[in-house]
Protein backbone atom coordinates (compact mmCIF):
# COMPACT_ATOMS: atom_id res chain seq x y z
CA UNK A 1 0.00 0.00 0.00
CA UNK A 2 1.00 4.03 -0.76
CA UNK A 3 -0.26 6.35 1.71
CA UNK A 4 0.82 9.76 0.84
CA UNK A 5 -0.39 13.07 2.00
CA UNK A 6 -1.19 16.15 0.26
CA UNK A 7 0.10 19.86 1.05
CA UNK A 8 -2.93 20.31 2.78
CA UNK A 9 -2.27 17.81 5.67
CA UNK A 10 -5.03 16.30 5.21
CA UNK A 11 -5.59 12.59 5.75
CA UNK A 12 -3.48 10.15 4.13
CA UNK A 13 -4.98 8.46 0.92
CA UNK A 14 -4.16 4.85 0.47
CA UNK A 15 -3.64 3.10 -3.02
CA UNK A 16 -2.62 -0.24 -3.46
CA UNK A 17 0.77 -1.61 -5.61
CA UNK A 18 2.00 -4.47 -6.34
CA UNK A 19 5.86 -4.57 -5.09
CA UNK A 20 8.20 -6.27 -7.70
CA UNK A 21 11.49 -5.87 -6.30
CA UNK A 22 12.59 -4.67 -2.41
CA UNK A 23 16.14 -4.06 -0.70
CA UNK A 24 17.57 -2.59 2.21
CA UNK A 25 17.79 0.75 0.42
CA UNK A 26 14.23 1.14 -2.12
CA UNK A 27 12.18 -0.47 -3.98
CA UNK A 28 10.04 -0.71 -7.27
CA UNK A 29 6.29 -1.44 -7.34
CA UNK A 30 3.60 -0.49 -9.70
CA UNK A 31 0.49 0.76 -9.66
CA UNK A 32 -3.10 1.02 -11.50
CA UNK A 33 -2.59 5.07 -12.01
CA UNK A 34 -0.11 7.45 -10.84
CA UNK A 35 -2.10 10.38 -11.23
CA UNK A 36 -2.26 12.48 -8.00
CA UNK A 37 0.53 11.14 -7.03
CA UNK A 38 3.52 12.91 -5.24
CA UNK A 39 7.12 12.17 -5.61
CA UNK A 40 7.39 11.69 -1.40
CA UNK A 41 5.08 9.07 0.56
CA UNK A 42 4.94 6.03 2.59
CA UNK A 43 5.04 2.32 1.48
CA UNK A 44 3.78 -0.19 3.78
CA UNK A 45 3.43 -4.31 3.25
CA UNK A 46 -0.07 -5.91 4.60
CA UNK A 47 1.32 -8.16 7.32
CA UNK A 48 3.93 -5.74 8.48
CA UNK A 49 3.47 -2.93 10.84
CA UNK A 50 6.80 -0.56 9.92
CA UNK A 51 5.98 2.14 7.26
CA UNK A 52 8.65 2.80 5.35
CA UNK A 53 9.35 6.67 3.92
CA UNK A 54 10.20 7.09 0.40
CA UNK A 55 11.54 9.36 -2.49
CA UNK A 56 10.81 8.72 -6.03
CA UNK A 57 14.02 7.91 -8.18
CA UNK A 58 11.72 6.82 -11.15
CA UNK A 59 8.77 6.38 -12.59
CA UNK A 60 7.92 4.47 -15.74
CA UNK A 61 4.28 4.24 -16.76
CA UNK A 62 2.97 2.29 -14.04
CA UNK A 63 6.22 0.84 -12.34
CA UNK A 64 7.63 3.16 -9.16
CA UNK A 65 11.35 3.11 -8.05
CA UNK A 66 11.46 4.56 -4.91
CA UNK A 67 15.10 5.15 -2.33
CA UNK A 68 14.06 4.69 1.19
CA UNK A 69 14.77 7.91 3.37
CA UNK A 70 16.31 5.95 6.01
CA UNK A 71 17.36 2.19 4.89
CA UNK A 72 15.38 -0.73 6.66
CA UNK A 73 17.29 -2.96 8.84
CA UNK A 74 18.09 -6.67 7.73
CA UNK A 75 15.51 -7.86 9.75
CA UNK A 76 12.62 -5.81 8.48
CA UNK A 77 13.46 -6.89 4.75
CA UNK A 78 13.83 -10.41 6.00
CA UNK A 79 10.13 -10.09 7.38
CA UNK A 80 8.97 -8.81 4.14
CA UNK A 81 10.19 -11.55 1.47
CA UNK A 82 9.96 -14.43 3.60
CA UNK A 83 8.60 -17.37 2.07
CA UNK A 84 5.99 -18.22 4.37
CA UNK A 85 4.67 -14.30 4.52
CA UNK A 86 4.11 -14.81 0.61
CA UNK A 87 2.56 -18.49 0.90
CA UNK A 88 0.30 -17.31 3.54
CA UNK A 89 2.35 -19.54 6.38
CA UNK A 90 2.24 -22.97 4.57
CA UNK A 91 6.79 -22.90 4.30
CA UNK A 92 6.25 -22.43 8.37
CA UNK A 93 3.64 -25.25 8.25
CA UNK A 94 4.85 -28.41 6.28
CA UNK A 95 2.65 -29.48 4.19
CA UNK A 96 1.53 -33.29 4.97
CA UNK A 97 1.48 -35.32 1.78
CA UNK A 98 -1.54 -36.60 0.31
CA UNK A 99 -1.07 -40.05 -0.67
CA UNK A 100 -3.53 -39.77 -4.06
CA UNK A 101 -6.48 -42.22 -4.51
CA UNK A 102 -4.04 -45.32 -5.63
CA UNK A 103 -3.59 -45.26 -1.51
CA UNK A 104 -1.55 -48.48 -1.16
CA UNK A 105 0.07 -48.50 -4.55
CA UNK A 106 3.77 -47.56 -4.71
CA UNK A 107 4.58 -45.20 -7.17
CA UNK A 108 7.46 -45.97 -9.88
CA UNK A 109 10.90 -44.72 -9.19
CA UNK A 110 13.01 -44.23 -12.05
CA UNK A 111 16.58 -43.93 -12.04
CA UNK A 112 19.27 -42.62 -14.38
CA UNK A 113 22.17 -44.85 -14.99
CA UNK A 114 25.26 -43.92 -16.00
CA UNK A 115 27.35 -45.39 -17.94
Same mark, same amino acid.
Given at each position: ?? *?S +???? /? $???????C??? #???? !?????????????????? *?? +???? /? $??????????? #???? !???????????????????????G?????????????????????F???R?
Amino acid at each position: MV *LS +VGLD /L $AAPKVRTCQLI #DISL !GGASFSVNTTIGLGEHYY *LT +VVGV /L $AKMGCAEVYRN #DHRI !GVQFIKEIDEELLHQIVRADYFTGGVAANPKQQNPGYMRGVERPRFELQRT
